[in-house]
């Protein structure tokens, strides 16, 4: 086995992706480990998104839940939170050796599902434990990358979501002839995270979290608690505030947009799985280059313009996708909206725990989070109403999308962290 010291090689990516300066194999193994939580973010959320006409088709779901069904799923997001705060007291390290495996069981359970109710409370399950895997894992990857290279990691992470998404697409081009459907995706999904839990067992707690233990570690944990929320609400109320309105704001505009892509596609424009696939595969390619390039850029003009301009490019690009542009408009259309969403959602992910001391890093992400998904999922239940009130999906989507510029009033008022030491960012 390598030395925790020994260079690393990044040798899974291409040589003009890879971190702009040198890293230990240590850094490289954390961020397999914990990164890959990206990808299966990418792939449960796009198989539900993907398979929507069938899923509704089998579970009888009316044409006007869709977006609250999703909205369900969200409610997720409380337990979550106290999950991912927990990481706080316990450490890193053990909440993702329990998360991991409770989001592999619950996915596998979704596949055996046969009534509405059962298939809601699956999935709200595996989003408890998946959507506190994917706070902690932004957490893991800040704490133990260099300064120079954090944007570099959150464009990795970004990349990684959607190799989840163009995974879930590749296997989606056999929904029709899989047996029993759509519950096959959910089952190949499932198998690679119970080999990733008995993989985590070699996972290292980060340095930081380790370093800040030793020093508090004679605090009772009740006690711990509540010093934490009082003094993260006392020294950075408005870091807080902005943050979480930076998020708040993007989620609720891109929410709708993001998963109800595949459906609009065979619903509006009647393509067919191959033809989803067709778009989704060598799209996210490019927009898996696009993002890991992002995430350079980043580091080298800051994290403030690289925010505000793939923010825009969501906003501006989901609006066109939904506007009815039909044709040879689509696919890059496609590109450039995803891009923006995969990548605005990482940098806004990473932007909150840069501008946090380590104390209050996984309570910060799982707010963050909270915000992010429960506004997401309020956006997804107006959705359908405002559906009735179109009798179209496109004309709701575009309303909603009108809350992305305050995302982006939200992120000039936030410190630049681009180039700064976690404990420079924290005074």
């Given at each position: 086995?390598?030395?925790?010291?020994a260079?690393?090689?990044?040798?899974?990516?291409?040589?003009?992706?890879?971190?702009?300066?040198?890293?230990?194999?240590r850094q490289?193994?954390?961020?397999?480990?914990?990164?890959?939580?990206?990808?299966?973010?990418?792939?449960?959320?796009?198989v539900?998104?993907?398979?929507?006409?069938?899923?509704?088709?089998?579970?009888?779901?009316?044409?006007?839940?869709?977006?609250?069904?999703?909205?369900?799923f969200?409610?997720a997001?409380?337990?979550?939170?106290?999950?991912?705060?927990?990481?706080?007291?316990?450490?890193?390290?053990?909440?993702?050796?329990?998360?991991i495996?409770?989001?592999?069981?619950?996915?596998l359970?979704?596949?055996?599902?046969?009534?509405?109710?059962?298939?809601?409370?699956?999935?709200?399950?595996?989003?408890?434990?998946?959507?506190?895997e994917?706070?902690?894992c932004?957490?893991?990857?800040?704490?133990?990358?260099?300064?120079?290279?954090?944007?570099?990691?959150?464009?990795?992470?970004?990349?990684?979501?959607?190799?989840?998404?163009?995974?879930?697409?590749?296997i989606?081009?056999?929904?029709?002839?899989?047996?029993?459907?759509?519950?096959?995706?959910?089952?190949?999904?499932?198998?690679?995270?119970?080999?990733?839990?008995?993989?985590?067992?070699?996972?290292?707690?980060?340095?930081?979290?380790?370093?800040?233990?030793?020093?508090?570690?004679?605090?009772?944990?009740?006690?711990?608690?509540?010093?934490?929320?009082?003094?993260?609400?006392?020294?950075?109320?408005?870091?807080?505030?902005?943050?979480?309105?930076?998020?708040?704001?993007?989620?609720?505009?891109?929410?709708?947009?993001?998963?109800?892509?595949?459906?609009?596609?065979?619903?509006?424009?009647?393509?067919?799985?191959?033809?989803?696939?067709?778009v989704?595969?060598?799209?996210?390619?490019?927009?898996?280059?696009?993002?890991?390039?992002?995430?350079?850029?980043?580091?080298?003009?800051?994290?403030?313009?690289?925010?505000?301009?793939?923010?825009?490019?969501?906003?501006?690009?989901?609006?066109?996708?939904?506007?009815?542009?039909?044709?040879?408009?689509?696919?890059?259309?496609?590109?450039?909206?995803?891009?923006?969403?995969?990548?605005?959602?990482?940098?806004?992910?990473?932007?909150?725990?840069?501008?946090?001391?380590?104390?209050?890093?996984?309570?910060?992400?799982?707010?963050?989070?909270?915000?992010?998904?429960?506004?997401?999922?309020?956006?997804?239940?107006?959705?359908?109403?405002?559906?009735?009130?179109?009798?179209?999906?496109?004309?709701?989507?575009q309303?909603?999308?009108?809350?992305?510029?305050?995302?982006?009033?939200?992120?000039?008022?936030?410190?630049?962290?681009?180039?700064?030491?976690?404990?420079?960012?924290?005074?």
């Amino acid at each position: 086995m390598k030395a925790p010291t020994a260079p690393a090689r990044f040798l899974w990516l291409p040589p003009g992706l890879r971190p702009p300066i040198a890293m230990v194999w240590r850094q490289e193994r954390v961020f397999l480990l914990v990164g890959v939580t990206a990808l299966f973010a990418g792939y449960d959320t796009n198989v539900f998104g993907l398979a929507i006409p069938q899923i509704q088709a089998s579970l009888h779901i009316p044409e006007n839940q869709i977006g609250l069904t999703v909205s369900y799923f969200r409610l997720a997001t409380i337990v979550a939170l106290m999950l991912c705060s927990a990481a706080d007291l316990v450490g890193r390290r053990r909440l993702l050796l329990f998360t991991i495996f409770g989001q592999a069981l619950f996915t596998l359970i979704t596949a055996f599902t046969v009534t509405y109710p059962q298939f809601v409370w699956a999935q709200i399950l595996t989003r408890v434990f998946g959507y506190a895997e994917e706070m902690l894992c932004f957490v893991v990857i800040a704490e133990e990358v260099t300064a120079g290279v954090r944007g570099w990691a959150n464009g990795t992470l970004s990349a990684l979501n959607y190799t989840g998404a163009g995974l879930a697409s590749l296997i989606f081009l056999g929904v029709n002839v899989l047996p029993f459907g759509w519950r096959a995706l959910y089952v190949i999904g499932a198998a690679p995270l119970f080999l990733i839990a008995y993989l985590r067992r070699t996972l290292p707690e980060t340095q930081r979290f380790a370093a800040l233990e030793n020093v508090e570690k004679t605090k009772s944990r009740w006690t711990e608690t509540r010093h934490l929320l009082r003094d993260l609400t006392r020294q950075y109320p408005l870091r807080l505030i902005t943050i979480l309105i930076a998020a708040g704001a993007f989620g609720f505009g891109v929410s709708s947009a993001s998963v109800l892509s595949s459906k609009y596609l065979q619903s509006v424009f009647h393509y067919s799985p191959l033809d989803v696939t067709l778009v989704f595969i060598p799209g996210g390619l490019i927009g898996l280059a696009l993002a890991i390039t992002a995430g350079r850029i980043s580091d080298r003009i800051g994290r403030k313009i690289t925010t505000l301009c793939v923010v825009s490019i969501a906003g501006i690009g989901f609006g066109l996708f939904y506007s009815g542009l039909g044709g040879p408009w689509l696919p890059p259309l496609w590109v450039l909206s995803f891009f923006g969403f995969f990548s605005g959602e990482a940098m806004i992910a990473g932007y909150a725990l840069e501008i946090m001391p380590t104390r209050y890093r996984a309570t910060v992400s799982g707010l963050r989070y909270l915000v992010y998904i429960g506004v997401g999922g309020m956006s997804l239940a107006l959705e359908g109403r405002l559906y009735d009130h179109f009798h179209a999906h496109g004309p709701a989507i575009q309303a909603l999308l009108l809350s992305v510029p305050i995302t982006l009033a939200a992120i000039l008022f936030l410190p630049e962290p681009a180039g700064k030491t976690l404990e420079e960012m924290a005074t």
